[in-house]
T-cell receptor, first 112, second 117 residues
Framework: DAGVTQSPTHLIKTRGQHVTLRCSPI?????VSWYQQVLGQGPQFIFQ???????GRGNFPDRFSARQFPNYSSELNVNALLLGDSALYLC???????????FGPGTRLTVT | KNQVEQSPQSLIILEGKNCTLQ??????????LRWYKQDTGRGPVSLTI?????NTKSNGRYTATLDADTKQSSLHITASQLSDSASYIC????????????????FGKGTKLSVKP
């Protein structure tokens, strides 16, 4: 069985642009969470979706948005990119909100 | 505020030696505690998960302990190998609905372990 997959693996964007990151959960998992991990820090919670509904949101500005599709895959969108948005963006899936989360390999975003 | 503190920040040991990483938390209400291994630029991989009633759990050369009274956990690595070089992250799960803006998982900043030959 495939694990959590994320695309793209690496991305370079310019300040002010927008970006869309994608995540496919493990088959059968209905919950997807997004995390931002700045170099040298632990992951910071951004969003959690379950059954296509937002179940939690971290302290991130409205420039960050996400959605979950009927097949439980998810997109994270970031508008008006800032240099400080440069980070590893992690997606984690689980059968439901309270179950063990399995992380994908991450998308490395660099904003120049 | 729910917090997870890890120590040391970084650690260098020789191959074959043992080491212990520490985690203190102030998360309430507590659900479980997890240790993850994260290779540079990769997603975290779960090593152990412990609930309130569990004192110790092993996964190969990794042994995690939990003292729910003092809100402390440790990860002991035995006979270290070069492949153990990674960041080790302690993650505490709050019961659903209590994590607030942090979500129900509260992450420590990790301990960066380097194993040298």
């Amino acid at each position: 069985d495939a694990g959590v997959t994320q695309s793209p693996t690496h991305l370079i964007k310019t300040r002010g642009q927008h970006v869309t990151l994608r995540c496919s959960p493990i088959s059968g998992h209905k919950s997807v969470s997004w995390y931002q991990q700045v170099l040298g820090q632990g992951p910071q919670f951004i969003f959690q979706y379950y059954e296509k509904e937002e179940r939690g949101r971290g302290n991130f500005p409205d420039r960050f948005s996400a959605r979950q599709f009927p097949n439980y895959s998810s997109e994270l969108n970031v508008n008006a990119l800032l240099l400080g948005d440069s980070a590893l963006y992690l997606c984690a899936s689980s059968p439901g909100p309270v179950y063990e989360q399995y992380f994908g390999p991450g998308t490395r975003l660099t904003v120049t | 505020k729910n917090q997870v503190e890890q120590s040391p920040q970084s650690l260098i040991i020789l191959e074959g030696k043992n080491c212990t990483l520490q985690c203190n938390y102030t998360v309430s209400p507590f659900s479980n505690l997890r240790w993850y291994k994260q290779d540079t630029g990769r997603g975290p991989v779960s090593l152990t998960i412990m609930t309130f009633s569990e004192n110790t759990k092993s996964n190969g050369r990794y042994t995690a302990t939990l003292d729910a009274d003092t809100k402390q956990s440790s990860l002991h690595i035995t006979a270290s190998q070069l492949s153990d070089s990674a960041s080790y992250i302690c993650v505490v799960s709050a019961k659903l609905g209590y994590g607030g803006s942090q979500g129900n998982l509260i992450f420590g900043k990790g301990t960066k372990l380097s194993v040298k030959p």
